[in-house]
């Protein structure tokens, strides 16, 4: 069975991405079939971590309607596939993301949504449309 798991933070800067993509090459290390997506819509940059800049189809055009999940999906030569956002107002509804993944699992065994910082809309989209939910802290900033 598919596990999906939002990683969320509080905060920005805490290295979350970084957090979500070494945990998605990890396991797609130990013969996991992992996707990452970025749900961080107005900070999106999963794609440019990957070093896969910037891509014509993404997960903005899926929960618009504008394509098919598998149309916006890539597959990074360290094995994990990575769907990537757009920096643009995210206007969708929640429920949209999860329809979205629903119909797309398949048979991956890892699903990690990298979100947004803080406590909005694109935070609560991820948290919706996951099973689990990963709460990253760097407590070295709090000293």
Do not use: C
Not at 3 to 10: D, E, F, K, L, W
Not at 37 to 59: E, K, P, W, Y
Not at 87 to 106: A, Q, R, V, Y
Request: hydrophobic content about 40%; charged content about 20%; overall charge negative.
């Amino acid at each position: 069975m598919t596990r999906v798991i939002s990683v969320v933070s509080g905060k920005g800067g805490v290295g979350k991405t970084t957090m979500t993509s070494n945990l998605g090459v990890a396991l797609s290390k130990h013969g996991e079939d992992v996707v990452i997506i970025d749900g961080n819509f107005s900070g999106a940059n999963i794609a440019q971590h990957f070093g896969m800049g910037f891509q014509d189809v993404s997960l903005n055009d899926v929960l618009e309607g504008d394509a098919y999940i598998t149309q916006a999906v890539a597959k990074h030569p360290e094995g994990v596939s990575v769907l990537p956002a757009s920096i643009l107002e995210f206007e969708s509804e929640t429920e949209n993301l999860k329809h979205s993944l629903i119909d797309f699992l398949g048979d991956k065994d890892y699903v990690l949504i990298d979100a947004a910082a803080g406590v909005g809309d694109e935070v609560e989209a991820a948290v919706e449309a996951s099973d689990e939910v990963l709460w990253y802290l760097n407590l070295s900033s709090h000293r």
